[in-house]
């Protein structure tokens, strides 16, 4: 079953958004840096990451230290695609 969480960062003090498989694995990532919430990342497993970057290289069943806030999809979808808008909008 696919699920939807964020965990924050504060050493980079980032914000990821996951998008996650029934195995653990990462199929959409976001992430929006700084109290501006700018959108760095916003990656798909299917993307090929020269433009909106790339997922996690592990399951996150392999992970250690980050806390899960649980997300429906429509909070993950809100947020993807105004990172993904953001990422492809022309430079100002």
């Known amino acids: 079953m696919t699920r939807w ?3 924050y ?19 959409r990532q976001v992430e929006l840096e700084g109290p501006a919430l700018r959108p760095v990342v916003a990656a798909s497993a299917d993307d090929d990451g020269a433009r909106f970057g790339f997922t ?9 230290g980050h806390i899960e806030e649980p997300l429906a999809l ?7 695609g105004v990172a993904r ?6 430079e100002a």
């Open 9 to 27: 960062w504060d050493e980079e003090d980032t914000w990821f958004y996951f998008e996650v498989d029934d195995d653990g694995w990462v199929r």
């Open 85 to 90: 808008r953001h990422l492809t909008a022309p």
């Open 5 to 7: 969480f964020r965990s």
């Open 56 to 64: 996690a290289e592990s399951p996150v069943t392999e992970w250690e």
């Open 74 to 80: 429509q909070e993950f979808e809100d947020v993807w």
